[in-house]
């Protein structure tokens, strides 16, 4: 697949929907004098995209907002309703989903190729790119071998171009209830060391049954860090000391 390094990217319009109105998006809006990181993908609701791809992008944006990063944008060849429904089912509040419905921009950047052997008509390679100012200045192209590649195309991939060694942040958990004052404690202080964290609320998604299976106890709250089981909140302050 052809790179398109040191070029501009292509100058693209898409209407997109904005709540109840229809908006139109510009590639100089979404370019111009910004940092930006692009992974585009073969679809909305597919399983790699859903499973890895969106999610560490939308994890790891902190990290990339501390290393000059403004923007983290997720494109794929499908309309707006679906990406927009896409984006909140994932709860990827740090990713900017455009909806290159047309396949224009994909096919500017050389990267709109046949699916129609799975019932998918023109849709987007997998790659990742960096583009400051409109330019691209690092692009990642999965291989060109059959199926969906899935190798450096990668939220970590783009870390480590940007800042080689830079460790990124262990995955945390916590179980919580409404109302509890020591989980308040415990996500202020996680978010005073800088941790982002998945908050997982007992009678929404998990019962008691759930968080005593899994830590052992029946307290709440009960903090995982990089998948090891701290436990409360007092562990939590003894853990960072």
Avoid at 18 to 45: C, M, Q, R, Y
Avoid at 63 to 86: A, E, P, Q, R, Y
Avoid at 156 to 172: F, I, N, R
Wanted: glycine content about 10%.
């Amino acid at each position: 697949m052809p790179s398109k390094v040191g070029e501009s990217v292509p100058k693209v319009s898409w209407p997109t929907r904005v709540g109840e109105e229809w908006k139109t998006l510009t590639t100089d809006a979404l370019f111009s004098n910004k940092k930006v990181i692009v992974f585009s993908l073969p679809g909305a609701f597919t399983p790699t995209c859903s499973s890895t791809h969106l999610p560490r992008y939308n994890q790891l944006a902190g990290v990339f907002k501390k290393l000059g990063v403004d923007d983290i944008v997720c494109m794929s060849v499908n309309d707006t309703f679906v990406m927009n429904s896409w984006l909140a089912d994932q709860e990827a509040e740090n990713i900017t989903v455009v909806p290159d419905g047309n396949g224009q921009f994909t096919d500017g950047m050389g990267m709109l190729v046949d699916k129609s052997d799975i019932g998918f008509g023109k849709r987007s390679w997998r790659y990742s790119m960096l583009v400051e100012n409109g330019v691209v200045k690092k692009m990642f192209i999965e291989p060109n071998q059959p199926g969906d590649p899935f190798e450096v195309s990668d939220a970590d991939t783009m870390l480590d171009y940007l800042s080689p060694g830079e460790k990124a942040p262990q995955e945390v958990s916590l179980f919580t209830k409404p109302g509890c004052p020591f989980c308040d404690k415990a996500k202020a202080l996680l978010s005073d060391k800088g941790f982002t964290y998945e908050e997982i609320v007992l009678g929404k998604g998990a019962s008691l049954a759930s968080l005593k299976a899994i830590s052992g106890r029946d307290t709440v709250p009960q903090v995982f860090i990089g998948g090891k089981h701290i436990g409360g909140s007092d562990d939590l302050a003894a853990y960072f000391e």
